[in-house]
């Protein structure tokens, strides 16, 4: 008697965990999602408070260094069949509390080497 109750028992465990994939995962996204016209819109000299205008604040900021300032965005896919996971930054370095150089995933517009007019 004990065997079949063990065997039940194990049969409807192992039925329950072969539809874990239809158990609905959400998405977990963190950081700063960064949208592409709103990195084209970057120029090289622009102040701090400009860069937050545009953007937002940075997740980041160096402790040790207050010029250099990383936008990290991270998604966690919860089901596969939504994409895979992925994580986009942009690192953005001041000098004089002006913009020098913006690196990462993102493609700059062609007139970001043009300063805004102040």
Not at 48 to 75: A, H, R
Not at 86 to 98: C, G, L, R, W
């Amino acid at each position: 008697m004990k065997l079949q109750h063990l065997l039940v028992i194990l049969g409807i465990t192992l039925t329950s965990t072969a539809c874990s994939n239809w158990i609905y995962r959400i998405d977990v996204p963190q950081g700063n999602f960064l949208d592409q016209r709103d990195v084209e819109k970057l120029r090289v000299g622009m102040t701090k408070e400009q860069v937050i205008y545009v953007l937002g604040n940075p997740v980041v900021q160096d402790s040790f260094d207050d010029d250099t300032w990383y936008y990290v965005y991270d998604m966690k896919r919860g089901m596969e069949k939504r994409g895979k996971d992925f994580q986009k930054q942009m690192v953005i370095n001041f000098v004089d509390d002006k913009v020098t150089t913006v690196e990462g995933d993102f493609e700059l517009s062609e007139d970001f080497n043009t300063p805004l007019d102040n």
